[in-house]
Antibody
Framework: EVQLVESGGGLVQPGRSLRLSCVAS????????MHWVRQAPGKGLEWVSG????????AYADSVKGRFTMSRDNAKNSLYLEMNSLRAEDTALYYC?????????????????WGQGTPVTVSS | QSVLTQPPSVSGAPGQRVTISCTGSRSNIGAGYDVHWYQQLPGTAPKLLIY???NRPSGVPDRFSGSKSGTSASLAITGLQAEDEADYYCQSYDRSLTGSRVFGTGTKVTVL
């Protein structure tokens, strides 16, 4: 059974940093590109970032580019999101997401497994 | 980055058919990229409902169907059931930025 378990969320002041983690199990982690998707309270889904199996290609939404850094450690079956210069508008539930097929993010594949999310609140 | 436009809400009585539209642009749906659909029940993570425009993952009832044409896509739910009350999102790839994905604005389906 595929499992994605996020952690690291919490309450943080504007301008500070936070690091999210996601541990994957139940599939061969380095056979797939992975993504982070967020959902602000009462709002829709927003794609945040995606990373290819070998970390060569990492893509970011314009809203987080230059502030967030996505990475992965295939030896630990883990995904990370380093979030710097956090803003109130970054407040959301952050989901770790597996792509259906493909090693690369440069494919129009769907997202077939989602974690339960870790909440991030940016407030003073 | 662009987003895909969906109606905020649709509703129908049990047993009826409802459709949800998803309108994109020439940088995403119109460029030929696949459209996928997700169902999000209250308080839960999204679930893949339709992939590759019209394919259902194992376990998804055939009451759900998808289609795509030009710069738009649609999700149809036939024989609407109470448990279909949820938020639905379309999603595609956007070539404006390498590796970029876009989601629809979301549609709340209400079963009357």
């Amino acid at each position: 059974e595929v499992q994605l378990v996020e952690s690291g969320g919490g309450l943080v002041q504007p301008g500070r940093s936070l690091r999210l983690s996601c541990v994957a199990s139940g599939f061969t982690f380095d056979d797939y590109a992975m993504h982070w998707v967020r959902q602000a309270p009462g709002k829709g889904l927003e794609w945040v970032s995606g990373i290819s199996w070998n970390s060569i290609i990492i893509a970011y939404a314009d809203s987080v580019k230059g502030r967030f850094t996505m990475s992965r450690d295939n030896a630990k079956n883990s995904l990370y999101l380093e979030m710097n210069s956090l803003r109130a508008e970054d407040t959301a539930l952050y989901y770790c997401v597996k792509q259906t097929v493909g090693l690369s993010v440069v494919v129009a594949a769907a997202f077939d497994h989602w974690g339960q999310g870790t909440p991030v609140t940016v407030s003073s | 980055q662009s987003v895909l436009t969906q109606p905020p809400s649709v509703s129908g009585a049990p047993g009826q058919r409802v459709t949800i539209s998803c309108t994109g642009s020439r940088s995403n749906i119109g460029a030929g990229y696949d459209v996928h659909w997700y169902q999000q029940l209250p308080g839960t993570a999204p679930k893949l409902l339709i992939y590759g425009n019209s394919n259902r993952p194992s376990g998804v009832p055939d009451r759900f169907s998808g289609s795509k044409s030009g710069t738009s896509a649609s999700l149809a739910i036939t024989g609407l059931q109470a448990e279909d009350e949820a938020d639905y999102y379309c999603q595609s790839y956007d070539r404006s930025l390498t590796g970029s994905r876009v989601f629809g604005t979301g549609t709340k389906v209400t079963v009357l």
